[in-house]
């Protein structure tokens, strides 16, 4: 008897309540929240993130995926037998899978309770594909989307392929083009950047390719960063060695182009630093960041982005959240060395290792839904 009035009673809170303790809820919580009776399920908020999520190592073979959430600071699993993959990246929300006989699928965010899935063209559609190697899976380097699909059917998808060209494809066609550099250095990482695509390479060339423009399969360099700006010329610890790890560019929320630089250190323990230069193409000067204020930026093999604090102060304030393959591991690890995803706080340099992985590449989940 006590426990059916109890029953009735959980079914019976006010809407407004139950509205309220709905949205400190994670989408994998409010799913559950949801399942409960009618009437939760009639109150609860529309499925809804603002904080990224930490998609972890695959277990091989397995249809099911781990992602870590900061929300609640757990290990969710979902079982996500369409995503059967070898390599995995993600942008704006969305996750581009390759898999072992090269094919490329888009899904979206696979937290989320729609599912929607994009077959690309595989990857005997690249151009000159009889003079590449064959297809394995690190034939992907990056993959940006323009914007997302579900919200504008004219999206561009661009890769970095066959360690360093840039690729383009747009919805409708059948095959990928190349995009044309003026130099033969290979592209370090690529963003869409206030309408077209901003690349930088291995000599620090920033590049830009205008997609809608009356050339969009060719890049133009637009910036030169000093390369002496690369090293941390007064860190140095005499005699210590320092590796640059990942090389990124990231739209900062007010809309300035970002350069950053991750330096690994080689050691039997893991030490990074960042060095992160805001550029202005207009006037074609830089300047050292030393403070993010009350955002932050989320790199490592998804395409990077920024971020502002929430109210619930779930992401930390002047921090750069980063997943990592450790390069100095690397040589001595058969499986590709330690990943882990650490937060590294611009203020005094300081770095926080959060989540170990295993042998494949963690990967930051944008909160589009
Ligand atoms: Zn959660």
Redesign the pocket.
Known sequence: MASTSMARNWAELPPELLQLCSQR?????LSAFRAVCRSWQSAAVKEWSDVPWLMLTDENGMPQREFF?L????V?KKLLPEVMANGYFSSRGWVLTTSRDGEFHMLKNPMSRYSHIIKLPNWNKFPNIEDLPFFDVDFIRKFVLSDSPTTSPEYKVMVIYDNGQLGLWKPGEEEWTAVNSPTDERIYDVIYYKGSFVAVDFENRILRCDVDGPTPFEAQVVFQVPRRLQEFEHEYPPGSLWYVNEVCLVQSTTGSLLFVSLEEHVASTITFQFLVLEIDLDTQMYTAVENLENTSLFLGHNSSFSLEVDEDHLIKPNCIYFTYVRLSSSQFFEDGGDTGMGIYHLKDGTVELHVEGKSSPLLWIEPCF
């Open positions: 809820l994670c989408p994998k919580n959430c929300s609640c600071q757990q969710h």
